[in-house]
Nanobody, 121 residues
Framework: QVQLVESGGGLVQAGGSLRLSCAASGRLFSINSMGWYRQAPGKQRELVAA???????NYADSVKGRFTISRDNLKNTVYLQMNSLKPEDTAVYYCNADMRALLAWSQRDYWGQGTQVTVSS
């Protein structure tokens, strides 16, 4: 079964750093883009950062210069390094990947279970 497993969330003070990881596992044929979304209480889920299989990146304006997305294609893993964290970064962070399972006809979106990031002021 193809799945995404996240790790690295937690509680940090404002100005601190956290690193999120998300590993894809299962019988995979290919992984295209990977990314991170977040959802704060009472708000819609929003894109934080995304990275293509070739390494091109895209960031939400609110995190540019503070967050860095990267991936290790050999490990099927995407990372989100979060620096200079602010209380408004508090949310559940979800990993997302556009993947094709080994016996599937086409690729589709997969989501991780979510990891809580809480930034205290």
């Amino acid at each position: 079964q193809v799945q995404l497993v996240e790790s690295g969330g937690g509680l940090v003070q404002a100005g601190g750093s956290l690193r999120l990881s998300c590993a894809a596992s299962g019988r995979l044929f290919s992984i295209n883009s990977m990314g991170w979304y977040r959802q704060a209480p009472g708000k819609q889920r929003e894109l934080v950062a995304a990275i293509t299989s070739g390494g091109s990146t895209n960031y939400a304006d609110s995190v540019k210069g503070r967050f860095t997305i990267s991936r290790d294609n050999l490990k099927n893993t995407v990372y989100l390094q979060m620096n200079s964290l602010k209380p408004e970064d508090t949310a559940v962070y979800y990993c997302n990947a556009d993947m094709r399972a080994l016996l599937a006809w086409s690729q589709r979106d997969y989501w991780g279970q979510g990891t809580q990031v809480t930034v205290s002021s």
